[in-house]
Structure formats: structure tokens, C-alpha cells
């Protein structure tokens, strides 16, 4: 269940705290032409990293049965759920978002569990609904 859409953003904006010499560091490599801005340092900073330890995220990515991506319900689908009898577990690594129109009573009704490596995006009203089944 859930569809794969794409979100009308594809990234998620983080903030992070760097000291005085290592930004100074940064911003040299970029005066220098290396890279375009700060931004395209960390990126390739954090690629850099992910790819170094891409067998060991691999395996922990199967062993926690992750769907990998991005996943969009819909209040039909959830519907469809409540009709059926059945409860969803929400198990991604990437981005889950519900639909606008999935009010938190249908939330409660259908999400047994959420648990979202990277980004969750629902109402807030929703988001307060499964606040006891969500877990980072």
C-alpha cells in the first residue's frame, strides 16, 4: 500500500553548527572555485560519507525491512484499509507524506505504527493524532 509520488520538493532542509575555522575552511574551498556554495560542500560531504559506508547501510536497511523511497497515502487508500479491517505499518527510509484531505480520525483508524527514517510530512492535527505510534 502507498503509492510513490513526487514530493514538490526533493529535500528536506536541515540546520547544523560548525565552528569558525572549519567554515572558514569551507568558504576558501568555494572562493577557490572548488565548489559552487556551502551547500554543494556539505552535500558532497554527506555523499562522500554515505557512499564510504554504503555495505553497512545496505544490511541495516534489510535488517529493519525498510521500504526504501518515497510514499504518499491517500484518505482512499486509508479508507480502503478501514473498509478491509486492516492496520498499516509505516516502516520508510526516505519520505512518508498523507495526504491533506486524511483526517486524524482516519489516521488513528488505519496507522497501527510510523516510523520514518528522514521525513514524515502530515497535518499537524494528524501528526498530534499518531503522536503515541510514531517512533524516530
Known amino acids: 500500500m502507498g503509492e510513490i509520488v513526487r514530493p514538490r520538493q526533493d529535500t528536506e532542509k536541515i540546520t547544523i ?8 575552511h569551507v568558504d576558501l574551498l568555494v572562493y577557490d572555485g572548488f565548489y559552487a556554495n556551502r551547500t554543494d560542500f556539505i552535500r558532497t560531504a ?7 559506508h554504503a555495505d553497512v547501510l545496505k544490511k541495516s536497511v534489510g535488517r529493519q525491512a525498510l521500504d526504501l523511497g518515497l510514499r504518499h497515502y ?4 486509508l479508507e480502503a484499509a478501514q473498509a478491509g479491517g486492516t492496520m498499516i505499518d509505516i516502516n520508510v527510509l526516505g519520505l512518508v507524506t498523507l495526504a491533506a484531505d486524511v483526517s486524524s480520525d482516519l489516521a ?5 505504527s510510523v516510523s520514518v527514517l528522514g521525513a514524515f510530512h502530515a497535518s499537524p492535527e494528524v501528526k498530534a493524532a499518531l503522536a503515541d505510534r510514531i517512533t524516530t
Open 17 to 24: 553548527n560548525l565552528g569558525f575555522i572549519d567554515l572558514g
Open 46 to 52: 554527506i555523499r562522500n560519507q554515505l557512499d564510504r
Open 74 to 77: 491517500t484518505r482512499a487508500e
Open 108 to 112: 488513528r483508524a488505519t496507522i497501527r
